[in-house]
């Protein structure tokens, strides 16, 4: 637990100091702080994996009144997965100096990477909602950083975050009235299906799916990603809305009585599917591709949801390992996109998508990273992307009854194929390529590229890895 806490202390002490200092190379020292809590993250799984889950008692109070952090296989994990692409985010960011905007962008994504860290450890409702209320504040001064053309996306997206935030937090003082206790492990054996569990897990569930961005409530992402400068919209895309996300899956799978979970489900399922269509819909139509790229991230997450609609209401524990992967899959295509996106937009000197023109002749690598991070959005083997799509068609195959749920999950695949291809189509045109307009940075086109290599190498680690998630249900 020792490493766990390194690795949520280390970025928070990192951003006082980058505030307090303001050193004239804040990127030096971010990226020195990232590989330090990336290898206290890696220690933190070895413990885990080896010892098993550890809990540690934060205020001197007994079980039920503390605050409880926890250690599980799955909180290790994303520990190193945040860590992981923060280091390489500043690498980029450090080397690229229009991708951050301003100078606060550096104690900013500190204070992002504690947040989370000490999200993926939460082990209380409460807790949950502090760690989830500081990620969305961040996040929205992370969106500002790009001037007055961002005020507007971030305001709106502070206003539907709070929105979010009250909702959930109504939810959790229903359950605090009516249980007496916010701790995760002690409402798994006290909730009852009855009429103020049902409300509040609604209010929670609303809360947490705005601030998710999952379909319908996702009008605050595109506009908000589409605005903010690169590293930031990378980071957004690949962890932020991850965070509410987890929570959803903590909420419904550990303290929601199983009854209502089956019915759940079944919305929730169905909210996946319409996000892969209404969000693959709007990214094939987005004309800017950084707007492209977010539309996507909506559609993509809809794979997620209906993971764990299936989940609840198959209650089938192999979705929790295709759940997972699509998160760490997803995470890393889209930081790739994004970085990608970037490149091909200032090098062309155009933000639109049939602006692209010459980019495999003037911006290859980072036409080849935003395609090779496209193909495991679209599933194509043997990517990260493919496996998770795999695990979560399995269950329909085996139930015949179910395969309206597959034929969305194929029809989300064939949109995904269509927008990606279309931006990859205007890279190799060559009718009338747009010159460079500034000197490309081929080290920052291959860090573009390296996330998109690593979904694609999830394969070689595919069989533990699958193995191991998969025992997140048991």
């Known amino acids: 637990m020792n490493a766990a806490l390194v690795s949520l202390l280390l970025p928070l002490a990192g951003a006082l100091l980058l505030i307090l200092l303001r050193p004239a190379r804040g990127g030096r020292w971010v990226i020195a702080l990232s590989l330090g809590a990336l290898l206290a993250a890696i220690m933190a799984l070895q413990v885990v994996l080896d010892h098993g889950e550890r809990s540690l008692f934060i205020g001197g109070w007994e079980a039920g009144l503390a605050i409880r952090f926890r250690l599980t296989p799955l909180a290790a994990l994303l520990l190193v997965f945040t860590a992981g692409l923060h280091l390489l985010v500043a690498l980029y960011a ?133 605005a903010a400068p690169t590293a930031v919209s990378a980071l957004l ?29 079944l919305l929730f399922g169905s909210a996946g599917v319409l996000a892969l269509v ?93 395609a090779v991070a496209g193909g495991s959005l679209v599933g194509l083997p043997p990517s990260g992307g493919f496996l998770a799509k795999w695990l979560l068609l399995q269950p329909l195959f085996e139930r015949p009854q179910h395969w309206p749920w597959a034929l969305g999950a194929l029809f989300g695949t064939l949109m995904s194929a269509a927008y990606v291809f279309r931006v990859v189509a205007h890279g190799f045109d060559r009718a009338r390529p747009n010159p460079p307009s500034i000197h490309p940075d081929r080290l920052a086109q291959w860090l573009a590229l390296l996330p998109a290599l690593l979904v694609w190498g999830l394969a070689l680690i595919s069989e533990p890895l699958l193995l191991w998630l998969g025992g997140l249900g048991r």
């Open 237 to 265: 895309s690949a962890l932020v809305v991850k965070g509410p996300l987890y929570i959803l899956w903590l909420v419904w799978s550990e303290i929601a009585p199983a009854e209502l979970g089956r019915d759940a489900g």
């Open 94 to 226: 450090a080397r690229i100096a229009h991708a951050t905007g301003k100078a606060d962008y550096w104690p900013l994504s500190c204070l992002l990477h504690a947040a989370l860290a000490a999200l993926w450890l939460s082990a209380d409702l409460f807790n949950l909602y502090v760690t989830l209320e500081l990620l969305s504040l961040v996040a929205v001064a992370l969106v500002s950083l790009a001037g007055r053309k961002a005020w507007k996306p971030a305001l709106n997206y502070l206003l539907l975050s709070l929105a979010g935030s009250l909702a959930y937090l109504l939810g959790v003082a229903l359950v605090y009235g009516r249980y007496g206790l916010l701790d995760l492990a002690l409402l798994a054996r006290l909730t009852e299906a009855d009429g103020a569990t049902h409300l509040a897990l609604l209010l929670m569930s609303v809360g947490l799916m705005l601030k998710a961005a999952l379909w319908p409530l996702h009008l605050w992402l595109p506009p908000a990603h589409a």
């Open 278 to 370: 209404a969000g693959g819909w709007s990214a094939l139509r987005a004309q800017r591709l950084k707007t492209l790229v977010a539309y996507s991230t909506v559609a993509q997450l809809g794979y997620a949801l209906l993971a764990l609609g299936l989940l609840l209401h198959l209650d089938e524990p192999r979705l929790h390992a295709a759940l997972w992967l699509f998160v760490l899959a997803h995470g890393l295509a889209k930081v790739s996109m994004f970085l990608a996106a970037g490149e091909l937009q200032t090098i062309l000197g155009s933000k639109r998508v049939n602006g692209m023109k010459g980019a495999s002749q003037n911006v290859p690598i980072a036409l080849a990273a935003f």
